[in-house]
């Protein structure tokens, strides 16, 4: 089985399509997918569906839907579940009811997000180790996995909207630790228009703004890194009544200590905030 979530829903099995076109059950089958192998509890369905306001018939209606599941997996091809190849998997065996809940077995196939999250753990500890290189492919290889929202096609209730927020959380982590191993490599430059469109997005997140300083400014555009910082600074005071931390504004000071001293010197990676 083949589960993309980080995106469009995309769940296959052996190339097929299971994935329906009716809300609800798509929607079944995305927090199905989402928790592959595990076992979902009927009443975390009931709530993902229904919210605080389930009808009586919900968890008759579940059935329902698990059954037109089914009845779409039945209609792809099944490898074989036991050795040898003498015992192919039923739609059952595929989405199988256990005690208390609904498990969408992978038969050892490929989630996008667990993919993601392995890859975004490898090159987070490279990145500890200082493996600057290994860490900025490892976790661009992370982030290519990505083809939009997660559940981007998917009405999403209470849980999946709460899985789509970590997920996009640690989407930004990992580009955050991304772009701080490219800066530790030199390359600043290549970093310009990235950081250009990440800081008009997200645009009251101090790490992806002093990245953006410490690369202009080592691009020698001292005067942009400035304007940078004072750009954010307007915000956070208009809009949350906040000063900027305590490391940011170090990093401003250090690069107007640095242009007074020698206009050609920068501060050093040590200086970049690192922000929540």
């Known amino acids: 089985m083949d589960i993309g979530l980080l995106g469009p829903l995309h769940v296959t099995e052996n190339g097929v399509s299971i994935a329906p076109t009716a809300p609800k059950p798509r929607q079944v089958l995305a927090l199905l997918a989402l928790h592959a192998d595990r076992v979902v509890p009927v009443g975390t369905l009931v709530e993902e569906l229904w919210a605080g306001t389930p009808p009586r018939s919900a968890r008759t209606t579940l059935q329902t839907y698990v059954l037109q599941l089914r009845e779409l997996i039945a209609s792809a091809p099944h490898r074989s579940a036991g050795p040898g190849g003498s015992d192919p998997r039923s739609a ?31 090159g987070c500890r490279a990145m500890e180790e200082g493996n600057h290189a290994q860490a900025s492919g490892i976790l661009r290889q992370a982030l290519d996995l990505w083809g939009g929202p997660p559940f981007a096609d998917v009405s999403t209730g209470t849980h999946l909207a709460l899985e789509a927020r970590r997920l996009e959380e640690s989407r930004l982590c990992a580009l955050d630790r991304r772009i701080e191993a490219d800066l530790r490599l030199g390359r600043h430059r290549e970093l310009l228009a990235e950081l250009t469109v990440l800081t008009s997005r997200y645009r009251s997140h101090e790490n992806l703004h002093a990245q953006f300083m410490l690369a202009l400014h080592r691009s020698g555009r001292r005067g942009e890194a400035l304007d940078v910082y004072q750009r954010l600074r307007t915000l ?41």
């Open 236 to 276: 956070l005071v208009r809009e949350l009544g906040l000063e900027p931390s305590a490391r940011l504004r170090r990093l401003q000071q250090s690069i107007l200590q640095a242009a007074a001293d020698d206009p050609r010197s920068a501060p050093h990676h040590e200086d970049l905030a690192r922000v929540p």
């Open 92 to 122: 059952k065996d595929v989405l199988a009811t256990l005690p208390g809940g609904y498990l969408l077995a992978t038969g050892g196939g490929h989630s996008d997000v667990r993919e993601f999250e392995r890859l975004r753990e490898l």
